[in-house]
């Protein structure tokens, strides 16, 4: 599904770790953690195609056309821009083939399993960051794509959040979808993601979640 073969990325001149070279099979489920800057977010973008790689290759077994779904960082999306939440949401159905009522339905019951109920006429400057958060996770619920690449879906979730997100990315696992997230709670990686590559300075990680967060809440990954 996803291979790297001696990818470098970063800015131009500065690559931020080694050259890597990693396999994850379709179906997989994948944690990427590391410090602040070593690289997590960045070779997300690598991945989804938004940013080229310094060096090295990158393939995906995907359709170029409805293959994948990105998360971005809350910091990326501006709040001011004139759009409902059920509009955000509605989003994920790009490229789907159905009809106005398969739509209508399939998009009151995603809104009902992230617990966004009478939420979809509000601006997106009115929500909090929990319930922004919810909506940019039932908008993937709503693309269908065999690759998810998460970069912090827990960002600004409470605890009923959370729970639907680990929910929502273990049906997901189930349903066969690839997916990579970044993750910084260390806690949650072990419980929920099978395995998980650590990107550090002098070299990346790659294993069992089990194996290398050993003791989740003191780990050192800088």
């Known amino acids: ?27 997989s489920l994948t944690a990427i953690i590391g ?3 070593s690289g997590k977010s960045s070779l997300l973008k690598v991945i989804a195609g938004l940013q080229k790689p310094l060096a090295g290759r990158l393939a995906l077994q995907v359709p170029r056309r409805g293959g994948l779904s990105y998360l971005p960082q809350q910091q990326y999306l501006d709040r001011q821009f004139p759009i409902t ?19 209508a339905e399939r998009l009151q019951q995603v809104l ?31 693309a269908d794509t065999p690759l998810l690449l998460l970069d912090e879906p827990h960002a600004a979730l409470d605890e009923l959040g959370q729970e639907l997100l680990w929910q929502h990315i273990h049906a997901w696992h ?39 967060i050993v003791q989740p809440l003191r780990m050192q990954v800088a």
Not at 89 to 103: D, E
Not at 127 to 142: I, P, Y
């Open 174 to 212: 189930q349903q066969g979808r690839t997916q990579v997230v970044v993750c910084h709670d260390l806690a949650a990686v072990r419980q929920h993601i099978p395995q998980t590559l650590v990107i550090k300075a002098g070299g990346c990680l790659f294993g069992s979640s089990e194996e290398l």
């Open 35 to 37: 410090a602040n800057g």
């Open 112 to 142: 009902a399993d992230w617990r966004l109920d009478g939420l979809d006429q509000r601006p997106l400057m009115a929500l909090s960051g929990g319930e922004l958060q919810r909506a940019l996770l039932a908008r993937l619920s709503l």
């Open 1 to 27: 599904m996803i291979s790297l073969q001696a990818l470098r990325w970063g800015a131009p001149g500065q690559p931020l770790a080694p050259a890597l070279d990693l396999t994850l099979e379709a179906g």
């Open 85 to 103: 939440l059920q509009e955000l949401v509605a989003a994920g159905f790009w490229g789907a083939r159905q009809n106005a009522q398969q739509r």
